[in-house]
């Protein structure tokens, strides 16, 4: 950095750059973060300009980056570049707007969901799956997470001629969670909104075949998402509050009859 005089508010006259290491904690994590300000070395004050404060800013956001396995707005814009990629052509990758390629490059930290779609994107790949949420669509897996809805709530869900009122809501919260949280969905399901809430889309031409699916022949579920089945299926208990929670979701709320509910929606999610 170029050092220009900043003169102490105290009239001591110059104060002296100083480079410093800061400990601090910043959502919860510590972190380590370079520093530059001026200070008085009459009095002690410090100060900064305003590009030092946005620096620090853009510095704190980096570190704390660093410190979660998030990608930070250096490795973005290097990977962006070695692909030869413009910020509109990752934005087009990734389904998302320039804004946010701009606002992530310029140091806001993106979530984790976000983060995995970055990698995808950064490492050649088309990542914007905001119907089927970064996976390919699976109708064993699909019975395969209903299967372990059933064993941690000891009832069955799937049942012959149902309309899936109940179970549908319980997939989409599993999707939605994982899509969140890990950046992909569980089973690769499009979801509409219907006037009974979250329902697989066509789900009337799937029943059948989801009840008849081997779920054997599915990718195993990992731990990670098992839990989150888990954790769903601890916070509804009962069929009844599924169903309620959904009906309360406004990412289901804003959609006309029978439109799409985007996956880039599920950081939005309430009941879960």
Same mark, same amino acid.
């Given at each position: 950095?170029?050092?220009? +005089?900043?003169?102490?508010?105290?009239?001591?006259?110059? *104060?002296?750059?100083? +480079?410093?290491?800061?400990?601090?904690?910043?959502?919860?994590? =510590?972190?380590?973060?370079?520093?530059?300000?001026?200070?008085?070395?009459?009095?002690?004050?410090?100060?900064?300009?305003?590009?030092?404060?946005? $620096?620090?800013?853009?510095?704190?956001? %980096?570190?704390?980056? #660093?410190?979660?396995? &998030?990608?930070?707005?250096?490795?973005?814009?290097?990977? $962006?570049?070695? &692909?030869?990629?413009?910020?509109?052509?990752?934005?087009?990758? *990734?389904?998302?707007?320039?804004?946010?390629? =701009?606002?992530?490059?310029?140091?806001?930290?993106?979530?984790?969901?976000? %983060?995995?779609? /970055? +990698?995808?994107?950064?490492?050649?790949?088309?990542?914007?799956?905001?119907?089927?949420?970064? $996976?390919?669509?699976?109708?064993? !897996?699909?019975?395969?997470?209903?299967?372990?809805?059933?064993?941690?709530?000891? =009832?069955?869900?799937?049942?012959?001629?149902?309309?899936?009122?109940?179970?549908?809501?319980? &997939?989409?919260?599993?999707? *939605?969670?994982?899509? !969140?949280?890990?950046?992909?969905?569980?089973?690769?399901?499009?979801?509409?909104? /219907?006037?009974?809430?979250?329902?697989?889309?066509?789900?009337?031409? /799937?029943?059948? %075949?989801?009840?008849?699916?081997?779920?054997? #022949?599915? %990718?195993? &579920?990992?731990?990670?998402?098992? !839990?989150?089945?888990?954790?769903?299926? *601890?916070?509804?208990?009962?069929? $009844?509050?599924?169903?309620?929670?959904?009906?309360?979701?406004?990412?289901?709320?804003?959609?006309?009859?029978?439109?799409?509910?985007?996956?880039?929606?599920?950081?939005?999610?309430?009941?879960?």
């Amino acid at each position: 950095m170029k050092e220009i +005089r900043v003169d102490c508010p105290g009239g001591h006259g110059k *104060m002296v750059l100083r +480079r410093a290491k800061k400990r601090m904690t910043f959502r919860g994590v =510590k972190i380590i973060v370079p520093i530059e300000q001026y200070i008085c070395t009459v009095c002690g004050v410090e100060a900064g300009t305003i590009n030092q404060a946005a $620096r620090i800013q853009e510095t704190i956001a %980096d570190a704390y980056r #660093k410190a979660v396995n &998030l990608l930070t707005g250096e490795e973005i814009i290097e990977k $962006r570049k070695r &692909l030869n990629l413009t910020q509109e052509a990752l934005a087009k990758r *990734m389904n998302v707007g320039i804004a946010s390629i =701009k606002r992530w490059e310029g140091g806001t930290i993106q979530s984790k969901s976000m %983060d995995h779609t /970055l +990698r995808i994107a950064l490492g050649g790949q088309n990542a914007g799956g905001s119907c089927t949420g970064n $996976r390919a669509f699976s109708i064993p !897996r699909i019975k395969l997470v209903i299967k372990e809805f059933e064993v941690v709530l000891g =009832k069955h869900l799937l049942k012959k001629n149902d309309k899936m009122l109940f179970a549908a809501k319980y &997939l989409w919260y599993a999707d *939605m969670v994982a899509h !969140r949280e890990r950046g992909e969905s569980m089973t690769g399901s499009t979801y509409a909104s /219907l006037p009974y809430g979250p329902q697989l889309n066509n789900y009337k031409d /799937l029943i059948e %075949d989801i009840i008849k699916a081997d779920e054997s #022949k599915a %990718d195993p &579920l990992s731990r990670e998402e098992k !839990r989150i089945i888990t954790r769903i299926a *601890m916070e509804f208990p009962e069929e $009844r509050k599924v169903y309620e929670a959904a009906h309360k979701e406004k990412i289901w709320k804003r959609q006309v009859n029978g439109a799409i509910i985007p996956y880039t929606d599920s950081a939005e999610l309430i009941g879960v």
